[in-house]
């Protein structure tokens, strides 16, 4: 006669044993990942290969394969954690802030994350956003719009320009938060971006 303490023990260990797998499994990836930005920034892309990672990370070569097949997925999975990392920051800085302030906010927190800084990788969103990551620009230009959108309909913005061409412009315009820019100089950058933002003949 069976028991049902061996039939529960039998069925939790698969489970406990799979979600161990799967949470290694990330682990190795991650630290790929975090491998490849390091080398990237200490040394240039050129320095980046499945051996350097490969070490960096503790694990063998042939093990690092089974996770990538060559360095540029490497690279291309890095960049898109990076720019999900950033659109959650903009989101969290939409979610917190009070609606007639969201819009700066969101830009405010859009130009530091556009900056480049001091070569450190992931940190110029916009230069990212330029690789080919169609899907994260549609993101970014919908969050703007729709916040662009709450500002016309309350008359804080102009309505005589489509908001997601608005949007466009917000993108474009933020993109002079660039090498060396002080916290302040991209707080000016903003402003004026803003002031192209309000109405017509507006004091």
Known sequence: MSSPYGTAYRTAVPRLWNETIDAHRHAVREAALDAA?????EHGPLSVTMSAIAERTGVGRATLYKYFPDVESILAAWHERQISAHLAQLIEVRDRTAPPDRLAAVLER???LSRHAHGEPGTDFAATLDQGHR?????????????????????????????DELATYCVHALTAAS?????????RLVQVTLSGLQPPNSP
């Open 110 to 112: 859009y130009a530091h």
């Open 37 to 41: 930005a390091a080398l990237v920034a």
């Open 135 to 163: 899907r994260a620009r549609h993101q970014l230009r919908d969050l703007l719009t729709e916040l662009v959108r709450s500002g016309t309909e309350t008359g804080d913005l102009r309505d005589d320009v489509p908001p």
């Open 179 to 187: 090498v060396g820019a002080s916290d302040a100089a991209v707080r």
